[in-house]
């Protein structure tokens, strides 16, 4: 028990739910898309994303440039972002976790207060060696012919300065965002 007190006080920051619980973003990497749901209906899709460049998938490790796969919830909202807009994610997730701890990538430590984190809705922590930062956001001053073309984010999802200014209209924290 104390071991939990301690990490409550160890820089790990609360995020308060404040979406309609019903709205929800499915993220296709296959698909490029965003699709923006209530319940099961879809409301709008968001084409043409770009996601990491190290394709989507399961993490190995900080700085592979993976988008994960994963159920996550956004987690905090960066307004001034140089991304213009910057949703971050509540990765990594308990599952995340669970399969780091099972190959080595990360330590029981590090699998807890992770897991801790989720246990009390806060965010994970971001240092790990699976990473963190994994978000969406817009493109600041980005080339947009470069994000038509390639995929560049270092495992983050984006969108166009235009469709992420959109998006901060639909969602807010609590939001849950699927990556699949």
């Not at 246990?119 to 240092?127: A, C, D, G, R, V």
Request: net charge positive; with cysteine; hydrophobic share 40%.
């Amino acid at each position: 028990m104390l071991r939990i007190y301690l990490l409550l006080f160890c820089g790990l920051f609360s995020f308060a739910v404040h979406a309609d619980s019903d709205v929800w973003l499915l993220v296709d990497t296959s698909a490029r898309k965003i699709e923006v749901k209530k319940g099961g209906q879809t409301l709008e899709t968001l084409n043409e994303i770009a996601i990491g460049r190290g394709g989507a998938g399961l993490k190995r490790h900080r700085g592979d440039n993976i988008t994960p796969f994963g159920n996550y919830r956004i987690g905090w909202v960066g307004e001034k972002s140089s991304f213009r807009k910057f949703f971050g994610l509540t990765y990594p997730s308990v599952e995340d976790a669970e399969k780091a701890l099972k190959k080595g990538i990360i330590d029981r430590l590090t699998y807890d207060r992770i897991v801790t984190a989720h246990l009390f809705h806060q965010i994970p922590p971001q240092n790990t060696p699976l990473g963190g930062q994994i978000g969406i956001h817009g493109l600041g001053s980005a080339d947009l012919r470069v994000h038509k073309t390639f995929d560049w984010t270092h495992g983050c999802i984006a969108l166009t300065n235009t469709q992420i200014d959109h998006l901060s209209q639909l969602v807010d924290t609590g939001t849950v965002v699927k990556i699949k």
